[in-house]
């Protein structure tokens, strides 16, 4: 699903990406953890196209959004995008919309759906979540677990082949960590391939199949966890 080979990305003559390498497979959770400076918010970064590298290639779902050094053209970039849902650690949510408003804006907008369909599928989306009953609520109204699940269901409603999470409980205090813990194994019991940055160990250790450690821009080690199959 993802497939990244020798990244390298600088700001100036700062090098913070050095041949970094990463395949993630078909329903497979993937999680890079490492210290802060290391490189790992900006290789998420990259493969989501927020920022452009220099060199390497970067592929998804079987398409190149970045071959050899070269970018696919905009229109290719484009949507390559649209398979790629990003949740970052800020949530993110419109708080003058509610949850069932921050789900559908994008279908509508992006995919062109008509209202009526984008609201039944994002009550859908909240029905898996266990979120249907908050679909009238405001942002300002939920718990942060509740926050970043509708987050995730907002990025679920693009149907991506590949989310990204950055840092997904780092707002969050650790009886909420076990909500999202929850929501990741079960896209993952369905499928969809996963990429995950964060700081918390324990947290990694619940939901990943592979951990990645990744060191001045580079992964150098990975281990294999119970959790894969």
């Known amino acids: 699903m993802l497939k990244v080979e020798g990244l390298y990305k600088s700001y100036g003559k700062t090098q913070v990406l050095k041949g ?18 290391g490189g790992k918010t900006t290789f998420l970064r990259s493969v989501n196209y927020l920022e452009k590298c220099q060199t390497g290639s970067i592929q998804i779902g ?50 062109k759906y008509s209202p009526e369909r984008a609201k039944d599928e994002a009550m859908q989306i909240l029905t898996f979540l266990n979120l249907a009953d908050k679909a009238d609520s405001y942002p300002c109204e939920l718990s942060g677990g509740q926050k970043q699940r509708v987050a995730i269901g907002r990025a679920l409603a693009l149907k991506p082949e590949l989310m990204c999470f950055d840092e997904p409980t780092s707002a969050l205090d650790p009886a909420l960590t076990g909500e999202v813990a929850k929501v990741i194994k079960s896209l993952s019991g369905e499928g969809m391939a996963m990429l995950i940055i964060t700081h918390d160990m324990q947290f990694a250790k619940q939901v990943a199949d592979r951990i990645v450690s990744m060191e001045d821009g580079c992964i150098v080690e990975e281990h294999i966890y119970a959790n894969a199959d």
């Open 20 to 37: 970094a390498n990463l395949h993630v497979k078909p329903g497979e959770v993937v999680v890079v953890v490492g210290a802060s400076g």
């Open 62 to 111: 079987g398409k190149y959004l970045l071959k050899d050094g070269v970018y696919a053209s905009k229109e290719e970039i484009r949507e390559i995008r649209r398979n790629i849902g990003l949740v970052f650690q800020g949530f993110n949510l419109f708080p003058h919309k509610n949850v069932l408003e921050n789900l559908i804006e994008a279908p509508i907008r992006v995919l």
